[in-house]
């Protein structure tokens, strides 16, 4: 089941790549590749100020992550197992 504090869509950061930007929807298994940045640091910033334009939390980007790789229904697709900092409780 879908966590309805989940936003439609967000960015995050490729999973082995991790210099590129990528964009996850809820519910859709996988991502689609958006920027491929110079180094890691400028793929976070990237992340974070996409992200908070759109009111995305650190939580919420660290649960669509997981569920667009490992599937929805698995706990850390849930907004509730992190904290504010994206970090797992």
Known sequence: MLNNK???????RHPTERHQVVVV????????SMIMCTNEAE???????????RG???AQ???MTAGSMFGWHV?????DN???EGKLK
């Open 43 to 53: 793929a976070i910033r990237t992340v974070n100020s996409l992200n908070k334009s």
């Open 25 to 32: 929807h809820r519910g859709e298994r996988g991502y689609i």
């Open 56 to 58: 995305v939390t650190p």
């Open 6 to 12: 989940l936003p439609r869509y967000c960015y995050t």
């Open 75 to 79: 706990p850390a697709a849930n907004t």
């Open 82 to 84: 992190y904290d504010a």
């Open 61 to 63: 980007r660290e649960a």
